[in-house]
């Protein structure tokens, strides 16, 4: 099927519109090669300069992948930017869930994988947190970013202590909901106090080597905000 010839007012944006929609309605196959420059180029009615440019685009987003002497090919129908999308409209119970799937399973494999500088990196995390608390221990209402960071650092050392470079970049993706949901979370005050010995019960379960500890560690972690969002919820 030829590509809708783009007009002729039209830039690189459109292109690259077109060109997404080409490819997620599944035109061409995953690892199928699409035209040339050339043939795109007149088939949209544009110059090869934009057509080259909004592939480079897609190249960029993750759909497509050029080969030195072969071509251009398909190497996903989804755009990777929706999905990111998907996680910043997503709401904290949303998040929490999510967060349980990947990091119970995160904890079980870094507690047969770790190496010492992981276990080093999660005390650090939690070190460097403590600057931001109140005298009580809780999070300071002045810096709940800043402890929100160190939080994060923490969850994502647990995450790359499983040495799984797919689990690491979709965590990685992931994490900039982490902190938001976190952020709004912190600041609420119908949610639970921070329970520290939670998160160096996790670190002391890796470091241990017991998978089925460590999963365990990380659920009941993640468990106590997930239910009193659910039950601010309920209410509503």
Do not use: C
């Amino acid at each position: 099927m030829a590509l809708r010839a783009a007009g002729r007012q039209s830039l690189v944006d459109t292109v690259v519109e077109q060109l997404r929609a080409q490819v997620a309605a599944g035109e061409w196959r995953v690892g199928e090669r699409i035209p040339t420059e050339h043939a795109l180029a007149e088939q949209l009615q544009v110059g090869r300069n934009t057509v080259r440019e909004a592939v480079r685009v897609l190249v960029h987003a993750g759909m497509l992948r050029s080969r030195q002497g072969e071509g251009t090919f398909v190497v996903s129908t989804a755009d990777p930017a929706d999905i990111v999308r998907g996680l910043q409209r997503a709401g904290i119970r949303d998040v929490l869930e999510l967060r349980i799937a990947l990091e119970t399973e995160a904890a079980r494999l870094a507690a047969l994988r770790h190496e010492s500088t992981d276990i080093e990196r999660m005390r650090a995390a939690l070190d460097a947190q403590t600057a931001y608390e109140d005298p009580e221990g809780q999070p300071d209402s002045g810096n709940l970013e800043l402890y929100a960071d160190h939080d994060v650092a923490f969850h994502r050392a647990v995450v790359e202590a499983a040495h799984n470079p797919a689990l690491t970049a979709t965590y990685a993706w992931f994490s900039s909901s982490v902190r938001e949901a976190l952020v709004t979370f912190l600041g609420d005050r119908d949610m639970p106090r921070v329970v520290h010995g939670d998160h160096h019960a996790l670190m002391e379960a890796i470091a241990s080597g017991d998978p089925e500890a460590a999963g365990r560690a990380a659920r009941t972690l993640l468990e106590r905000p997930k239910q009193a969002v659910e039950a601010l919820l309920a209410e509503d």
